[in-house]
């Protein structure tokens, strides 16, 4: 007698079918959770000092770090004159299909340089994102390859570029190490576009939006730049604060959560101002010569004079447009120190931008190089007091 088989019905293979699927699903989004590679470095802003340093060079998703790139090259176009801070862009139908976090612009919306500096810096606005790349390289993959290039020459060796946003994408990759640098650069090179990233909130067609980057408000210094997450990369974020005239910069791959982030970057941060107030090794042995060397080595005292290259009605660029007037001159202004003067003025405190502690000679033939790449600068005498501070604090 044959043996009766009972078949399975069609409800019962459709779940089947369903449940496999669902748990294939499951299975690559634990999968691409647990891609997210923990790094963290942190760097001396003016002369790239290492002060923490775990897996920096790991090659990690960097999300929507990406922007930083994406707004380094839009600051370019504007310094360059190609665009300017109104011009127009226009929305194509790629840039409205982005998924969030977006303005959500219609195709055919304009939107300015200005308003689209905004969108990214504070908003992370990814449709916004495809807008830029497409008015600057025609094509967002065009872009792409000028953002990896813009890579290579400032020092990013580990970073490849496939779109604006940070969207996943298996080509987009870069490092900690890398990420330091871009911020570096964008500190050192736009001092005056830097700022946008410390602003807290923005208001697009009556609604307002706020930053991701709450660091901001809750970390004394801190005054950019951006955040990141898409589930493969974790929490990502890249940060600069400032404080006594020194500068770090801290980025984190791969936060558990946004807060969790946030509280080991303040650390980080924390960690690499305590390692600034202390010597490195080699300065200590500089500092230290053998008695027959101490005559030919001796050093005269720091000179009493300075140099005056801007002032500004905020600490960071005020100090940037200084410390970019020491990279340009080493020789002249690098013995020299950093020193924001406040002048209190009716409405608002004016920061003057100078380094002190040169000679006479030095700030004169200082400004008058400085002159000839058409950066303000006069020499100033300062007063004892005024350096017995700066030397104290």
């Known amino acids: 007698m044959e043996e009766n088989v009972r078949q399975p019905s069609t409800s019962s293979r459709v779940r089947t079918v369903f449940s496999a699927a669902l748990a294939a699903i499951l299975v690559c989004l634990l999968a691409a959770g647990a891609e997210a590679k923990y790094a963290s470095f942190v760097m001396d802003s003016m002369s790239g000092r290492v002060l923490h340093d775990i897996n920096s060079d790991t090659r990690n998703y960097p999300a929507s770090l990406t922007k ?21 862009l226009t929305t194509s139908a790629k840039a409205v299909r982005q998924p969030s976090s977006k303005l959500g612009l219609k195709r055919g919306d304009k939107i300015s340089v200005r308003r689209a500096i905004l969108a990214l810096a504070v908003k992370s606005a990814n449709d916004v994102a495809v807008v830029v790349a497409e008015a600057l390289g025609k094509t967002e993959r065009k872009f792409a390859l000028k953002m990896t290039a813009k890579a290579r020459r400032i020092g990013m060796n580990r970073t490849t570029f496939r779109n604006a946003s940070g969207l996943p994408h298996r080509g987009q990759l870069s490092t900690a190490r890398d990420m330091a640098i871009l911020a570096k650069a964008m500190i050192r090179d736009f001092p005056d576009y830097y700022p946008y990233f410390s602003i807290k909130a923005f208001t697009y067609r009556g609604k307002t939006y706020r930053s991701h980057n709450t660091l901001l408000k809750t970390y004394d210094g801190a005054d950019g730049l951006k955040t990141g997450y898409i589930r493969a990369s974790g ?27 946030d509280r080991h970057m303040a650390k980080l941060l924390d960690k690499g101002f305590r390692k600034l107030d202390t010597k490195p090794p080699a300065a200590m042995a500089k500092a230290a010569p053998s008695p027959a060397s101490k005559r030919r080595q001796s050093k005269p005292a720091p000179g009493d004079w300075g140099v005056q290259v801007g002032a500004y009605y905020q600490f960071a660029p005020a100090y940037e447009v200084a410390r970019k007037a020491v990279s340009r001159l080493p020789t002249l202004l690098g013995d020299g120190s950093i020193k924001v003067v406040t002048r209190a003025q009716k409405r608002k405190t004016l920061y003057r931008a100078r380094i002190i ?3 006479r000679k030095q700030a004169y033939r200082a400004c008058r190089l400085l002159k000839k790449s058409k950066v303000p600068c006069f020499a100033v005498r300062i007063p004892k007091k005024a350096l017995r501070v700066a030397s104290a604090g």
Do not use: P, W
């Not at 930083?68 to 011009?87: K, Q």
């Not at 974020?237 to 807060?259: M, P, Y």
């Open 235 to 261: 929490y990502n974020l890249v940060t600069s604060a400032a404080r006594r005239g020194q500068r770090v910069i801290g980025v984190v791959f791969g936060g558990k959560s946004a807060r969790a982030r």
């Open 68 to 88: 930083v790139m994406t707004l380094y090259l839009l600051f370019e176009a504007v310094e360059s004159g190609h665009l300017t801070m109104d011009t127009q």
């Open 357 to 359: 502690h040169i000679t």
